[in-house]
């Protein structure tokens, strides 16, 4: 039997490697954590995970030079799946911390949930598929997924939202631009529609390896 691919699952120092490395694991498929951008370039399916803060966040991407690496997966069209606050930082700007610039790959502003609301946004919520997606393959409309964040992204191009969430208000909870995957919420702490997410994209990366 071949082997399936190896996945590239980028190290800035964020927490939470260890979950999406059994995840994808658990898939079937090899994983290497990184923070060697050669790594990452050479990998077939690229993960971007997200914890904490978007400066920090962005201050780690540069320090290991991720920052470029991601824009460059982007350039070329690579397939990347982003998570949490991996979503949030590919775009323009973010008003976390009084505001912060991101990476820029899709044009857009990271807001503050509304006020009044219990922040952060912590557990499970429906995610409303708005188009249709191979990543959503076996996976039903109005699915939970389990989120813990303040933020939230606003895409410019809304042709990108390809599902949405409501908490204080209708927010994209699921973006796919070309290959690029990128979901507010985290599917390795969302059960098995949670692994079949990562299946879905890892599948559709690498040819159905």
């Known amino acids: 039997m071949k082997a ?9 120092g964020a927490g939470n490697l260890r979950s999406v490395a059994n995840a994808v694991t ?4 090899q994983s290497v954590v990184t923070d060697k951008p050669a790594e990452v370039l050479r990998a077939p399916a690229v993960i971007l995970p997200g914890v904490g ?3 920090d966040t962005m201050t780690g991407l540069v320090r290991t030079e991720m920052a470029e690496t991601v824009r460059r997966l ?5 397939p990347l799946f982003a998570v949490c606050v991996g979503l949030q930082i590919l775009l323009t700007t973010t008003e976390e911390g009084g505001g912060y610039e991101c990476l820029g790959v899709v044009p857009g502003i990271v ?5 009044g609301l219990k922040i952060p946004h912590m557990g499970w919520n429906q995610v409303t598929q708005r188009r249709k997606q191979t990543l959503f393959k076996g996976i039903p409309d109005k699915t ?6 303040s933020y939230y ?10 599902a949405t969430t409501d908490y204080g208000l209708p927010w994209c909870s699921v973006l796919v631009k070309g290959n690029l995957v990128a979901t507010q919420f985290h599917p ?3 059960g098995t529609l949670g692994l079949k997410m990562y299946e879905n994209f890892l599948k559709m990366a690498t040819g159905g390896e």
């Open 53 to 55: 803060a978007a400066a």
């Open 188 to 190: 390795e702490k969302s």
């Open 4 to 12: 399936k691919a190896t996945v590239a699952i980028i190290d800035y």
């Open 144 to 149: 939970n997924f389990y989120f813990v964040h």
């Open 26 to 29: 658990r898939l079937g498929y």
């Open 111 to 115: 807001r503050r949930l509304p006020d």
């Open 153 to 162: 992204a606003d895409p410019e191009d809304k042709s990108v939202v390809a």
């Open 74 to 78: 982007m350039e070329d069209d690579r």
